[in-house]
């Protein structure tokens, strides 16, 4: 066992949560043990100025090398964190992956899947096509950034990826 996971999820959580169980077996399902760790950040427990804030709360006590966050209403795909692995190895240098975006209804049938963010808009005049829940980066990059400006409450995802974009 390492002393530190490959991997820390943070996992927003705020009063009613239906589907949090799913989100979290999708993590345990990954299969990687002790190289996930996952964070619960619950406002309910320690309260918050936000999702922003939350994230920003979880990350700071992540541990993993590269991070990433699941909402509460989302789930990982099988195999997802192997995949990213196995991108990783292929790539070498690399500190940002993104990948595509399933839509599921709550039965869990498919709705869409989604290879870009096509639905967004430019930001600052350049596109950006990543989704929160699909997007995994190294630690080092984050702290380069500055994390998540916790004056926004809705496009807060937006403005790190085109600071992580910009570094």
């Known amino acids: 066992m390492s002393n530190n996971p490959l991997y820390s999820c943070v ?3 705020k009063g009613d949560r239906p589907f949090f169980g799913d989100a979290i077996d999708s993590l345990k399902a990954q299969g990687l043990g002790d190289d996930l760790e996952i964070i ?14 939350a994230l920003n709360k979880g ?3 992540a541990k993993g090398e590269w991070l990433f966050w699941l909402n509460a209403d989302d789930v990982l795909l099988p195999g997802a964190l192997k995949k990213v692995l196995d991108r990783i190895n292929r790539v070498g240098s690399v500190d ?3 990948g595509g975006m399933v839509i ?3 039965d869990g049938k498919v709705v869409q899947c ?11 005049g350049k596109p950006v096509r990543v989704y929160g829940p699909s997007s995994f980066f190294r630690r080092e990059l984050l702290e380069k950034c500055g994390g998540f400006d916790a004056s926004l409450r809705y496009c807060m995802d937006t ?3 085109c600071r992580f974009r910009d570094s």
């Open 11 to 13: 996992v927003p959580v």
């Open 40 to 53: 619960v950040q619950d406002a309910d427990v320690e309260p918050d100025d936000g999702q922003s804030d």
């Open 59 to 61: 990350f700071a006590k």
């Open 96 to 98: 940002w992956i993104a």
């Open 104 to 106: 599921i209804d709550k």
């Open 114 to 124: 989604l290879n870009d963010c096509g639905r967004r808009r430019d930001y600052d």
């Open 159 to 161: 403005d790190l990826w």
